[in-house]
């Protein structure tokens, strides 16, 4: 399993991902992602915070990161931390506990920009990832209301359940 940043050239293999990752949200759960401009996408990848799993060569999960998340951490965003979106694994690809393999990557990661925390959110009532999550290893923070300007359209409307993990630096 290796990690790298995506590059344009993987940017049709992230849309037909989040299409497999709406199909897939619509099976197992009242909410769903609404689509993803490709404006973003592309900027995220000239920023190096589209990342990409492979396993023997081929993409087997996606992720977006960045360092800032004011919209939705609002005054916790001022923490210095990576905050993890859009993690997609592809349908041949599930039961490899992408999660936990993402904090394995990430902890050295945030450690090595000295950043002190590991953080995502998903949907406030979303019952099973909250379980998830906190089995993975993610501390459960609470319910939050974003601020929707600025947000992808799914977020509209919605509560969020905030988790982040401590980066433990060595002193």
């Known amino acids: 399993m290796i990690f790298k940043p ?3 050239e ?3 293999a992230i849309f037909e991902f989040y299409d497999l990752a709406i199909e897939f949200q619509k099976t197992k759960f009242n909410k769903h992602w609404k689509g993803f401009d490709r404006k973003l996408i592309e900027k995220e990848i000239a920023e190096e ?3 990409k799993i492979l396993i023997n060569d081929e993409i087997a999960g996606i992720f977006a990161i ?3 998340d004011e919209s939705i951490w609002k005054e916790k965003n001022k923490d210095k931390a990576v905050y993890f979106h859009r ?3 592809h349908p041949k690809f599930r039961g490899n506990h992408f999660v936990k393999e993402i ?4 902890l050295p990661f945030a450690k090595a920009k000295k950043l002190d925390y590991l953080r ?3 949907w406030g009532d979303n019952e099973s990832l909250i379980e998830y999550y906190q089995k993975c290893g993610f501390e459960f923070l ?3 209301t974003p601020d929707y300007s600025g947000l992808p359209k799914h977020y509209e409307g919605i509560t969020l359940s905030l988790f982040e993990i401590k980066v433990q630096h060595q002193l």
């Open 142 to 144: 609470g319910i939050v």
């Open 120 to 122: 995502m959110d998903t």
């Open 6 to 8: 995506s590059t344009k």
């Open 49 to 51: 915070r589209q990342w």
């Open 10 to 12: 993987d940017i049709d």
């Open 103 to 106: 904090i394995k990557w990430g």
């Open 87 to 89: 993690i997609v694994t």
């Open 66 to 68: 960045t360092f800032e």
